[in-house]
């Protein structure tokens, strides 16, 4: 089975803190996801990768980064946090032509900015 | 630009009855994929469906089925003989080759089973 997992299920930041959500995926998925599911807006891409190194902007980019150093890993980072940044964050990976085939979702990452 | 479109918020269903979750999607292409995902309260989302547009015939997997209808955009979800492990977000999504190369989500549908 695929296995994606993120580094917390909860996490708590100020105002301003340099943050950073990991995700690892044990498939050898070569497409990996950064989404942002806040309710009543279901999910939208922040960012994704389809190669080591690789980066593409998704539909909310901005006040994000994200590295991706090895195949398994994908980090998304926020700069400087934000209140506005508080939400549900999911990271997902796939194989092949990213958007054809299924994507894998970890359990996700619930950031509250203080 | 690609949307989805689910005009449900929230549904609820007996258990053991059926139930529809309606979405709709627009995009100029021909060439396209289509999904429902299932999002359990605190877990994780997975996939229950998948449809290919140029496949005419609609995917089924167990109690779960779809009606497509692509002249008319529509991708609706069926929920055959609905069990309590059902109540969860579903979303539709959509993706289309040519496009915007991004999976496109809705805005999810709440459904509820109740005993």
């Known amino acids: 089975d695929v296995k994606v997992t993120q580094s917390s299920r909860y996490l708590v930041k100020r105002t301003g803190e340099k943050v950073f959500l990991e995700c690892v995926q044990d498939m050898d998925h070569e497409n990996m996801f950064w989404y942002r599911q806040d309710p009543g807006l279901g999910l939208r891409l922040i960012y994704f990768s389809y190669d080591v190194k690789m980066k593409e902007k998704g539909d909310i980019p901005e006040g994000y980064s994200v590295s991706r150093e090895k195949k398994e890993r994908f980090s998304l980072i926020l700069e400087s946090a934000s209140t506005n940044q508080t939400s549900m964050y999911l990271c997902?990976?796939?194989?092949?032509?990213?958007?054809?085939?299924?994507?894998?979702f970890g359990p996700g990452t619930r950031l509250t900015v203080l | 630009a690609q949307t989805v479109t689910q005009s449900q918020p929230e549904m609820s269903v007996q258990e053991a009855e059926t139930v529809t979750l309606s979405c709709t999607y627009d995009t100029s292409e021909s060439n396209y994929y289509l999904f429902w995902y299932k999002q359990p309260p605190s877990r994780q989302m997975i996939l229950v469906i998948r449809q290919e547009a140029y496949k005419q015939q609609n995917a089924t997997e167990n109690r779960f089925s779809v009606n497509f209808q692509k002249a008319a955009k529509s991708f609706s979800l069926k929920i055959s003989d609905s069990q309590l492990g059902d109540t969860a977000m579903y979303f539709c999504a959509h993706f289309s080759q040519g496009g915007s190369e991004k999976l496109v989500f809705g805005k999810g549908t709440k459904l509820t089973v109740n005993p």
């Open positions: 997902a990976s796939s194989l092949g032509l990213a958007g054809v085939n299924e994507q894998f």
